[in-house]
C-alpha cells in the first residue's frame, strides 16, 4: 500500500472518529483563495481561485477541539520560463484538500487554528503568456505531484453558533512542480454556516 492511500485512509479515520462523537458540529464553508506560490525568491499572491466543502468540529472541552474539513481548492500562481522568447504561464491547479485543525477558543467565539493539510491534485492546466504579454494557448502538466502537503494557521470567529468567519495562511511544504522549487502559498478567506 502506498503512502498516497495510508494518508487518506489515517484522515477517513478521524474524520469518522469525530462524525461518530456526540458533540460533533457540522458545517459547510465557500469563500475565496488568494494563492501563488512560493520560490527561493519569496511568495507571491498571483490568481483568485474558489474554496468550497464541509467541516466536522469536535468539541473536547470549553477552550479546545478538533476540525476536520474537506475541501475542493482552486490554487495556482505563474510560472517564469527563461529562454529565447520568455513567457509565463498561468497555472490553475484543483486541489481536493483535507486539513485537521487545532482550535484554540482564547475568547468564547474567536479561536486560533493550526494543523497539517494533505491534498489531492485533480486538475493541472495552464495559459502560456509570452513576453508582449498576449496569451498563446493552454498546456496541460505531466510534472506535478500529485500530493500536496501544507502547514495552515488562522483564525475563526463563530455568530450566534451558527455562522462563522475564517481567515487562514496555508504553508505549502511540496514542490508542486519536479523540476522547480515552487510551492504554494495560499490565503484563504471563508465563510460557513453550523447546521447542529
Not at 469518522?16 to 507571491?44: H, P, Y
Amino acid at each position: 500500500m502506498n503512502l498516497k492511500n495510508l494518508l487518506l485512509i489515517f484522515f477517513t479515520l478521524i474524520i469518522s472518529n469525530c462524525i461518530a462523537q456526540d458533540e460533533i458540529k457540522i458545517g459547510i464553508k465557500s469563500g475565496a483563495n488568494l494563492a501563488g506560490f512560493r520560490t527561493g525568491n519569496g511568495a507571491n499572491t498571483d490568481n483568485i481561485g474558489l474554496s468550497i466543502g464541509g467541516i466536522a468540529e469536535l468539541k473536547l472541552n470549553k477552550s479546545f477541539s478538533l476540525q476536520a474539513e474537506l475541501l475542493y481548492d482552486r490554487k495556482g500562481g505563474l510560472v517564469y520560463v527563461n529562454s529565447s522568447d520568455f513567457y509565463s504561464i498561468d497555472t490553475k491547479l484543483d486541489y481536493i484538500n483535507l486539513p485537521v485543525l487545532i482550535k484554540l477558543y482564547f475568547l468564547k467565539n474567536l479561536s486560533l487554528d493550526f494543523g497539517p493539510q494533505i491534498g489531492f491534485l485533480v486538475n493541472s492546466k495552464g495559459e502560456i503568456t509570452n513576453s508582449q504579454g498576449n496569451n498563446e494557448k493552454e498546456v496541460e502538466f505531466n510534472n506535478t505531484n500529485n500530493i500536496d502537503f501544507s502547514l495552515n494557521a488562522g483564525f475563526s470567529y463563530i455568530f450566534n453558533d451558527k455562522i462563522f468567519l475564517q481567515a487562514k495562511y496555508s504553508y505549502g511544504l511540496t514542490k508542486i512542480f519536479k523540476d522547480r522549487r515552487y510551492k504554494n502559498s495560499l490565503v484563504n478567506l471563508s465563510i460557513g454556516y453550523i447546521f447542529n
